[in-house]
Structure formats: structure tokens, C-alpha cells
């Protein structure tokens, strides 16, 4: 009945906002313990942040693993969104750095590109004036 598939996707969507409630609430939960536990500055430009701009001020992962939040705070660290962005992007560049191998020669290639026959159109023609006297 349609009665029961409604009740069905309702406790589905249900667990999935549960789910995400719970995933938010962790993530405030490490974020309010670092910014007790650490002066609200960030560590790499030394911004000072108080009241509203408190939102600026994000919690870094030093391993880069969202699950690993130590009570003692040791994989925390504060950044404010632009040191936190960078340090992300940093890691980035470096990364793609390690993936793409340097520029590939391509000049090997660009040689068939212009006119592959004209030498051997110059032979056949001196050949065939060679022909025509006989
Ligand atoms: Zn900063
Ligand atoms: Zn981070």
C-alpha cells in the first residue's frame, strides 16, 4: 500500500538526516574544543579573531584525517580561512606536481607533418626526363 512506502522513505530520509545532524555535531563538537583550547589566533599569519569574525577561524587537520581528533587537540590546528585554503592548495600543487611528468617531446612528430613526398616527387621527375630522351 502506498501508506507503507511512504512511512518507509520518511524513516529513510529520516536516518539520513540523523546522519548528517550527527556529522555536523561532531564537526562543531572539535571546533568549539579547539577554539577552547587554543588562543584564537591563526597559526600561520597571527590574525587575532574575536566575536563575529570567529567564523573566519577554521580547524586545520595536521594529518589531513577528519576522524582523528584527539582529546588533547595534538591534530588540530587553527587557520583562518585564507592560511586554510592555502595550506590545502599548497598540498594540492604539490601533489599534481608528482602526477604529471614533465611536457612530453613532441618534435619527432612534427617533421612527417611537411610534405613527405616532395623528395620523391623531385626523383621521379628527373627520372622521367632521363626517360623521355630515349
Ligand atoms: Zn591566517
Ligand atoms: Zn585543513
Given at each position: 500500500?502506498?501508506?507503507?512506502?511512504?512511512?518507509?522513505?520518511?524513516?529513510?530520509?529520516?536516518?539520513?538526516?540523523?546522519?548528517?545532524?550527527?556529522?555536523?555535531?561532531?564537526?562543531?563538537?572539535?571546533?568549539?574544543?579547539?577554539?577552547?583550547?587554543?588562543?584564537h589566533v591563526c597559526g600561520r599569519c597571527g590574525r587575532e579573531?574575536?566575536?563575529?569574525?570567529?567564523?573566519?577561524?577554521?580547524?586545520?587537520?595536521?594529518d589531513h584525517n577528519h576522524d582523528n581528533n584527539p582529546p588533547?587537540?595534538?591534530?588540530?590546528?587553527?587557520?583562518?580561512?585564507?592560511?586554510?585554503?592555502?595550506?590545502?592548495?599548497?598540498?594540492?600543487?604539490?601533489?599534481?606536481?608528482?602526477?604529471?611528468?614533465?611536457?612530453?617531446?613532441?618534435?619527432?612528430?612534427?617533421?612527417?607533418?611537411h610534405k613527405p613526398f616532395a623528395a620523391l616527387e623531385a626523383?621521379?621527375?628527373?627520372?622521367?626526363?632521363?626517360?623521355?630522351?630515349?
Amino acid at each position: 500500500m502506498p501508506k507503507n512506502k511512504t512511512n518507509d522513505s520518511n524513516r529513510l530520509s529520516q536516518v539520513v538526516a540523523d546522519a548528517r545532524r550527527h556529522m555536523q555535531d561532531r564537526e562543531k563538537t572539535y571546533r568549539e574544543k579547539a577554539l577552547k583550547m587554543y588562543p584564537h589566533v591563526c597559526g600561520r599569519c597571527g590574525r587575532e579573531f574575536s566575536g563575529k569574525q570567529l567564523r573566519e577561524l577554521t580547524v586545520h587537520h595536521r594529518d589531513h584525517n577528519h576522524d582523528n581528533n584527539p582529546p588533547d587537540g595534538s591534530n588540530w590546528e587553527l587557520l583562518c580561512i585564507y592560511c586554510h585554503d592555502n595550506e590545502h592548495g599548497r598540498l594540492e600543487v604539490a601533489e599534481s606536481y608528482d602526477n604529471h611528468s614533465p611536457s612530453k617531446e613532441k618534435s619527432a612528430d612534427s617533421d612527417f607533418s611537411h610534405k613527405p613526398f616532395a623528395a620523391l616527387e623531385a626523383l621521379l621527375k628527373s627520372k622521367g626526363g632521363d626517360d623521355a630522351d630515349h
